[in-house]
Nanobody, 122 residues
């Protein structure tokens, strides 16, 4: 499956952004989806995941209550709604597709998008 992430940009602290991940090539609804991020000089880290059916979600602690992952299988798209953004959320955000849920381990995901940059100013 091919993934394309978009929706990043520059936002002030406390603001919101919605990232989208458009999928093509294989049956999107067969895959769990995850979002990861990589800040400058840091390793890629797990952010959120959603089951293939959309019925279950999982978040890293630092984004719980602020970020919401969702998906629309009819549109072959996953989303990450980010509210109350903080400067420490600044990173390149990647979407990924895999067969396992929930998994926070990047190498358990089979397909990756190209990343979209989110910059949160203080």
């Amino acid at each position: 499956v091919q993934l394309q992430a978009f929706g990043g940009g520059l936002v002030q602290a406390g603001g919101s952004l919605r990232l989208s991940c458009a999928a093509s090539g294989r049956t999107f609804s067969n895959y769990a989806m995850g979002w990861f991020r990589q800040a400058p000089g840091k390793e890629r880290e797990f952010v959120a995941a959603i089951r293939s059916t959309g019925g279950s979600t999982y978040y890293t602690n630092s984004v719980k209550g602020r970020f919401t992952i969702s998906r629309d299988n009819a549109k072959n798209t996953a989303y990450l709604q980010m509210n109350s953004l903080k400067p420490e959320d600044t990173a390149v955000y990647y979407c990924a597709a895999g067969s396992l849920f929930p998994t926070t381990v990047s190498n358990r995901y089979d397909y990756w998008g190209q990343g979209t940059l989110v910059t949160v100013s203080s």
